[in-house]
């Protein structure tokens, strides 16, 4: 089993940064990827940036060269530094821990609210 907590969330204007955090606890050994995903209002999840262990990453069109994706793998602790953040960004931002042993398993955590307003 493998705890998810997300934190950074908040208010900010347009244009502005967030820096989100999604810890992982119990058991992490198994941890092959990370990845953001985000519910826009009314709208479906979608996914905004995954990481793998190594550090290899990928990004929503949406946001690349905006959002920058990381992880310390030694705190089992993935990041999602947002800059030039836009209205459209507002959503629940959920953090997907995935692991392998026999089969693959997504643990999700509570979700974060970004709102981008002026």
């Known amino acids: 089993q493998v705890q998810v907590v997300e934190s950074g969330g908040g208010l900010v204007q347009p244009g502005g940064s967030l820096r989100l955090s999604c810890a992982a606890s119990?058991?992490?050994?198994?941890?092959?990827?990370m990845a953001w995903y985000r519910q826009p209002p009314g709208k479906q999840r979608e996914m905004v940036a995954v990481i793998s262990r190594g550090g290899s990453s990928d990004y929503n069109t949406s946001v690349k060269g905006r959002f920058t994706i990381s992880i310390d793998n030694s705190k089992n602790t993935m990041y999602l530094q947002m800059n030039s953040l836009k209205i459209e960004d507002t959503a629940v931002y959920y953090c997907?821990?995935?692991?392998?042993?026999?089969?693959?398993?997504?643990?999700w955590g509570q979700g974060t609210q970004v709102t981008v307003s002026s």
């Open positions: 119990g058991t992490t050994v198994n941890i092959v990827h």
């Open positions: 997907d821990v995935v692991t392998f042993t026999e089969a693959t398993y997504d643990y």
